[in-house]
């Protein structure tokens, strides 16, 4: 989910797009005038998903890379429609595939968030940019231990390392991806990883199994979070016994600021919208430019980009 503001060229080149040359001169002419007069201290805000297949999930047999890239194309063409009826029905907007030029466009302007502007603009005359996607990156970047500076902003990635437990209604998310006046430029990220069925029960046993540690850690009363944790742990042991399956989810936030002056307001607004979601929020030390690359939803999962064995990594 991501925040921008808009000055209006957004909202004109959004208008400019869905405008039928057709229509009834009158009904052009409101649609102009509400682009005008409505982009004042507006805050955008929109929504992208992104499926990454692998090979062995569909099927594709060993061969030649064009074969295997062939193969690929033909078998998530046949699964986005499906795809995108769920979405709808999940509650979304009508899904639309982003077209190649679309996405370099998109990624271009998250490195550069002054762009954005000016690529509205050439849209709204019908002239929209055609970024290729070598080009698509920062021109010039610099990472520090807890920033990262890139094309004349600087961001700074957050990660969800606790989620509060207890009950969490549907709508324990709506200060964290909301507009924010004091960081109207961010990006909240939310990762989902099926684990693989033949090590899904091994994984709930071990969940299962440190509960039960922490429960019996303490003598006399149980500790009620360490209870709700056995019971939460135990529940899922037993619905994934059922045939459920089991999902690994990662949070990440990203803020982005184009004056440096407007960073520590902006990540204090971060930090207190996450804890009222009952997230831990802390920054991604070390490891900026790649986690603000992960959050541009371009299909790189944190996993494969860690130095950590995986041996070491699924037993700590």
């Known amino acids: 989910m991501e925040s921008l503001p808009d000055g209006g060229a957004m909202l004109s080149a959004h208008v400019e797009a869905i405008i039928d040359p057709t229509a009834p001169v009158f ?24 499926v990454t297949f692998s090979e062995k999930g569909l099927g594709i047999a060993p061969g030649s890379s064009e074969q295997r890239a062939q193969a690929a194309k033909d078998e998530i063409g046949r699964r986005l429609p499906e795809l995108s009826v769920q979405l709808n029905l999940a509650g979304a907007a009508t899904a639309t595939p982003l077209a190649a030029y679309e996405l370099t466009q998109r990624i271009k302007e998250g490195y550069n968030p002054l762009l954005a502007i000016r690529h509205a603009e050439m849209s709204a005359d019908g002239d929209p940019p055609r970024i290729e996607w070598d080009d698509c990156g920062p021109t010039s970047a610099t990472e520090r231990y807890g920033q990262y500076r890139h094309d004349g902003a600087i961001s700074v990635t957050y ?14 998310l709506e200060r964290l991806v909301a507009p924010m006046r004091e960081a109207p430029r ?5 990762i989902y990883l099926p684990t693989d069925e033949g090590e899904a029960g091994e994984v709930l046993d071990r969940d299962v199994k440190a509960s039960i540690n922490r429960a019996n850690r303490r003598k006399g009363v149980v500790h009620a979070q360490d209870q709700a944790a056995l019971n939460n742990a135990q529940a899922a042991a037993t619905d994934e016994a ?32 996450g804890r009222s979601s009952r997230f831990t929020l802390d920054k991604v030390y070390g490891g900026q430019a790649a986690s603000f690359a992960i959050c541009l939803g371009l299909g790189l999962a944190p996993a494969d980009l860690s130095a950590v064995p995986d041996l070491l990594r699924d037993h700590t």
């Open 27 to 50: 009904a052009r002419e409101v649609l102009h005038a509400a682009a005008r007069e409505l982009p004042q201290g507006v805050t955008s805000s929109i929504g992208y998903v992104s």
């Open 186 to 190: 961010k990006r909240v990220t939310f």
């Open 242 to 273: 059922a045939g459920a399956g089991v999902v690994d989810i990662s949070v990440l936030v990203t803020v982005t600021v184009t004056e440096p002056s407007e960073l520590p307001k902006a990540c204090t607004a971060v930090e207190r919208a």
């Open 159 to 172: 990660e969800a390392l606790k989620i509060r437990s207890g009950t969490h209604t549907d709508r324990v």
